[in-house]
């Protein structure tokens, strides 16, 4: 449960980024947004450490305040590591639509270029 917090705070945290939002969503972030994204996380992440700190399984507090920033850092890593992915899918995808639209117009200007080429021939003849 505590993890589950954590990585949706650094999600929200992450989102509330113009350039991370852009990545996921291709369109900027609007205030309005960014502001409810960075309060989200921001709540998100002081409700875990409050959790955390208040469950005391055999340890002392500063143990368990040590035990949430491992899994803060766990969190951020797996944020990072996701976000990275969706970064190479959509430039992966991006890349064979840019192919199959450059592949497209190139057959249209030789289906053009023929065509002139033809009608220069029946002209001549």
Do not use: D
């Not at 996921?24 to 409810?36: L, M, W």
């Not at 208040?54 to 951020?76: D, N, P, T, Y």
């Not at 064979?96 to 289906?111: C, G, H, I, S």
Request: charged residues 20%.
């Amino acid at each position: 449960m505590l993890f589950l917090l954590l990585l949706s705070s650094v999600a929200c945290l992450s989102l509330a980024m113009n350039k991370h939002y852009k990545a996921c969503f291709n369109r900027a972030i609007s205030a309005p947004k960014e502001r409810v994204l960075r309060l989200l996380g921001w709540g998100l992440m002081l409700v875990s450490l409050g959790m955390a700190l208040v469950q005391q399984r055999g340890g002392s507090m500063g143990f368990q305040f040590m035990q949430w920033c491992c899994l803060l850092s766990v969190a951020i890593v797996l944020q990072v590591w996701l976000l990275n992915r969706v970064q190479q899918h959509k430039t992966q995808h991006g890349h064979k639509a840019n192919n199959l639209k450059k592949a497209n117009t190139r057959k249209k200007v030789n289906n053009i270029k023929e065509a002139r080429n033809s009608k220069k021939t029946l002209a001549k003849n």
